[in-house]
């Protein structure tokens, strides 16, 4: 009974994927980029050393948000075992008494992991979900004893970000249905968990202020709990890396197959960006530097983050090695939080100082 719904339900959205790239091929650019904007890594290389220099609070519940959102989602992938529209299409006996529809690939439809729920829908959720809230926090806190205009004002700007939120959230969900990454019920089951994430971590509060120690300890855990749930379920006889094998199998191109997307490939990453903040709130150089709050160094601290990350990001680890491709993968990851946090700062405080210094 239950495989029967499914397969009507996945039936639909193969159906919908060829609906969307029969009639809006025209917008196959627009559906790829926005596949490409919803991914994490533009969370952790834009919107975190943007938000952090302006707020340092959101920025931090940002990466939080995002890194606990992917790790829920790995182990939501590992416990549903969904299926990928790009090759469930050809496999499904859904499809044995009549034709399947013609399902065309892209770069980004190759992922790796189990498809349930979404992860770009998920994290595209979480992220805008954190910024929409995080706004009109700082709004509400300065408008509390406002006029009856300023309350207008605050309404139209309250209903302007949650369109908008709206908005980036059909953009995604209508891309990873395009591409055939994903079926509709994956990425509405992630845009639902994304915001329940976000709005838990809106009533969290002592990641702020969370010791080195609980950094370490909390990374500890998720990775061992991550790996261990991985160990315990091969010990069963659960294969959970069933996914890689029927993308190699059915993606039309084999360099469309990266291991970045693979689930150890994700969790390592993440738990790396955790670690990373968690250095860089606790460097020495960053307690030097969170006193200035000038708005020419927060500018310029922006600036300098975004360009050097932009630079950072162009480098790849090799694929060729596994152990190696995660352990560089970890690093990378850790290193984007720990520079933008500790190390630009110091830099661009230094030469801020060293050149009014001259100009005295």
């Known amino acids: 009974m239950f495989d029967t719904v499914m397969d009507a339900v996945q039936g639909f959205g193969v159906s919908t994927t060829h609906y969307l790239q029969t009639n809006y091929e025209d917008a196959q650019g627009l559906f790829l980029w926005v596949s490409w904007a919803a991914d994490l890594r533009n969370t952790f290389f834009i919107f975190f050393p943007l938000w952090f220099h302006l707020r340092a609070s959101v920025g931090i519940k940002l990466i939080w948000v995002a890194v606990i959102g992917d790790w829920l989602n790995l182990v939501f992938k590992w416990i549903l075992f969904g299926e990928r529209p790009y090759w469930w299409v050809h496999e499904a006996a859904f499809y044995t008494k009549t034709v399947a529809p013609h399902i065309e690939q892209y770069p980004m439809t190759c992922e790796t ?33 406002s006029s009856k205009k300023s309350s207008n004002k605050a309404w139209y700007l309250k209903a302007f970000l949650w369109t908008v939120f709206w908005g980036v959230q059909v ?19 992630g845009v639902i968990t994304g915001m329940i994430v976000a709005e838990a971590f809106n009533r969290i509060q002592w990641i702020y202020s969370a010791s080195m120690k609980k950094y370490f300890y909390t990374t500890l855990f998720l990775t061992s709990f ?38 150890f490939a994700s969790l390592l990453r993440n738990m790396g960006t955790l670690f990373g903040l968690g250095l860089g709130l606790h460097s020495p150089l960053y307690t030097e530097t ?47 939080p720990l520079v933008t946090v500790s190390i630009i700062p110091y830099c661009v405080n230094s030469a801020l100082s060293l050149q009014n210094k001259k100009s005295l």
């Open 113 to 145: 992991g189990p498809g349930s729920p979404s992860g770009h829908a998920m994290g595209a959720a979480g992220v805008y979900y954190t910024l929409v809230t995080s706004i009109l926090a700082i709004v509400t806190s300065k408008k509390k004893h």
């Open 226 to 263: 991550a790996v261990g749930f991985y160990l315990l379920l091969k010990a069963l006889g659960v294969d959970l890396l069933w996914t890689l094998e029927k993308a190699q199998k059915w993606c039309v191109r084999a360099e469309w197959v990266h291991l970045d997307s693979t689930p």
């Open 171 to 189: 953009c995604v969900c209508l891309s990873r249905v395009f591409i055939a990454a994903h079926f509709p019920h994956q990425v509405i089951a």
């Open 290 to 336: 969170k006193k200035s709050s000038s708005t020419l160094v927060k500018a310029g601290c922006i600036v300098s983050s975004l360009l050097l990350l932009h630079l950072f990001d162009s480098f790849k680890p090799p694929t060729h090695t596994a152990a190696l491709f995660y352990l560089l993968s970890f690093c990378k990851s850790a290193t984007v």
